[in-house]
Every structure is written in structure tokens, then in C-alpha cells.
């Protein structure tokens, strides 16, 4: 079964989850939330490395999603998730740093003079030399660059997707993915880059 398909069946799943908690399914709700958080806290690490501060955002997330799960509708689970986290940390910064609030979503997402980002795909998938070379390569990238791949590689979206949830337009995307890839390529021998190719394909 290739990727797409894959991603079909784990949306179809998880729809089947949002309905069920939808009509009051708590325990549908923390098998959705369980089966997202890994996901959510290793993408949230190309925003910030305070992994406090990720576990209370993904907390408040999907507090609010249940509070309001009558009149929310999903069609692609992760993706909402996705951009619900994302909205949610870049709120956080703004509160954090009230001389940036009037910078838009993107604007925002693009400072890297009062956060570190050193992105961190939970170490516990680290668990061998290669994918460890893998990561340390992305954890190179700048932040954005990271994002897109993060999303693009590791969750399966389509540009179009990728577009929509980081609020900037398709040619953006293929353009970070073009700069990530060959920055990438340029870090590693030939045959190691295959390599990050076909482990970024898994």
C-alpha cells in the first residue's frame, strides 16, 4: 500500500474517532488525542525547543476542540490539528512579546531573533545511525525549510495542504522544498542523500 493510500485509511480512522467524540464519545476523544500528540509535539518543535510550553498548547488545543466539537466540522484531522496548534503557539508568542502583535501569522512565524529552534523529532525515533544523520541534517535548515519538510515527508501532505496550513501560496512551498532538498544534498555524500531521500519516503 503506497503513502496516499495510507494517509486515506488513517484520516478515515480518525474522522470515524471526531464523529464518535462529536456525539459526546470521551473516550473516542482521548484515543483521537492519543493517537495525534506525538505527531503535534514533533511538529511543534520546529516552533520552539520548550517542551513545556508545547504539552500546555496541545492540552489547550484540544480543550477548545471539545469545548466546541458541536459546530466544528473536520474533513482532514491532522491538518485541522495541525493548524490549530500552530495558531495556537504563534497567539502565545505574540502574547509573549506584545511589540510583534501587529505582524501577521507569517511575519511572526518567520522571527528567529527571540526564539531557538532546534528542532527535535522525539528521540526515541532516533533509533539508528542513519536516522539520527537524518535529523541532525534537517535540524540544519532553517526553521521554515524544516517545517515544510517536517510536513511534507514525515506526514504526507500535499503542497497544496502544506499551502493552506502555513498560510502562503503553493509556489512558496515547492520554493522551500526546493531550497530544503538541495541544501540537504549539499550536506551529504551522494549516496547518504538517497539515503535521507528513502527514509524521508517511509
Known amino acids: 500500500m503506497d503513502q496516499r493510500h495510507r494517509l486515506i485509511e488513517e484520516n478515515e480512522y480518525l474522522l470515524n474517532l471526531w464523529h464518535r467524540a462529536k456525539d459526546g464519545d470521551k473516550a473516542a476523544f482521548c484515543q483521537l488525542a492519543e493517537r495525534q500528540y506525538r505527531s503535534l509535539f514533533a511538529y511543534a518543535t520546529n516552533f520552539t525547543e520548550d517542551r513545556d510550553f508545547i504539552k500546555d498548547s496541545i492540552q489547550e488545543i484540544f480543550i477548545r476542540i471539545w469545548e466546541k466539537r458541536a459546530t466544528t466540522t473536520i474533513q482532514y484531522v491532522s491538518i485541522y490539528l495541525f493548524k490549530s496548534l500552530r495558531n495556537q503557539l504563534l497567539q502565545e508568542f505574540r502574547r509573549s512579546k506584545p511589540e510583534q502583535s501587529s505582524l501577521n501569522s507569517l511575519e511572526v512565524s518567520d522571527l528567529s531573533d527571540w526564539q ?44 497544496d495542504q502544506i499551502a493552506a496550513l502555513m498560510e502562503i501560496n503553493r509556489q512558496s512551498v515547492a520554493n522551500l522544498l526546493y531550497k530544503a532538498l538541495g541544501a540537504l544534498k549539499s550536506q551529504m555524500v551522494f549516496h547518504q542523500f538517497w539515503l535521507l531521500m528513502g527514509l524521508l519516503s517511509l
Open 116 to 159: 531557538t529552534i532546534e528542532t527535535e523529532i522525539e528521540q526515541s525515533e532516533a533509533d539508528s545511525e542513519s536516522q539520527y544523520k537524518v535529523r541532525q541534517a534537517i535540524n540544519t535548515l532553517p526553521k521554515r525549510q524544516q517545517e515544510v519538510v517536517f510536513l511534507k515527508f514525515y506526514n504526507g501532505l500535499e503542497n
